[in-house]
């Protein structure tokens, strides 16, 4: 784990993580087509999420042909914390967040062979802001093409801790 990683999860809550990275979560648009989140049982089924960040998305092209691995994981943050943000909107409170599955789709070349690290980036935020409950089963998967021309889409899996 990196620096930020250990120096973050020492402290209290949360929201106080989050505030000490310098992030705040994203207020969330109303689709018509879906919902951010679905309760099933004990699990919560959150929506695929893009990279936006005040109703822009950040980038658009291929992973290894327009898109630079530390862009797309930079936008792997985003999406992240996008999901978080609908995560919360299910259980009310981020320290009630558990994170069970992630799963990471990147558009990328067909020899672009680096999903898992742009994945990583997504997962390390993840475990920065909510320490043990941000640990998480996880599958990176690259594809030909997502939403918008994005490069990055993550869907989750959490329930209440």
């Known amino acids: 784990m990196s620096q930020s990683v ?3 999860a020492n402290t209290d809550s949360a929201s106080d993580r989050l505030q000490a990275l310098g992030l705040a979560l994203p ?25 936006f960040k005040d109703g822009e998305l950040l980038g658009q092209g291929v992973v290894g042909r327009d898109v630079e ?19 919360v909107q299910a259980v009310g409170d981020l320290d009630r967040v558990r994170i069970v599955q992630m799963l990471v789709f ?15 980036a997504a997962s390390e935020l993840l475990i920065e802001v909510l320490g043990e409950n941000g640990r998480h089963a996880r599958t990176a998967i690259g594809v030909a093409g997502l939403p918008l021309n994005t490069p990055v889409e993550i869907q989750m899996v959490c329930t209440a801790a």
């Open 106 to 120: 990147v558009a990328s070349t067909p020899d672009f062979g680096e999903q898992s690290q742009v994945a990583n």
């Open 27 to 51: 207020e969330l648009r109303d689709n018509p087509y879906y919902v951010p989140h679905r309760k099933v049982g004990s699990s919560i089924h959150l929506s695929g999420q893009l990279p």
């Open 6 to 8: 250990t120096s973050a």
């Open 69 to 87: 691995l530390e862009t797309a994981q930079e936008l792997a943050r985003h999406a992240a914390l996008n999901c978080l943000a609908a995560a």
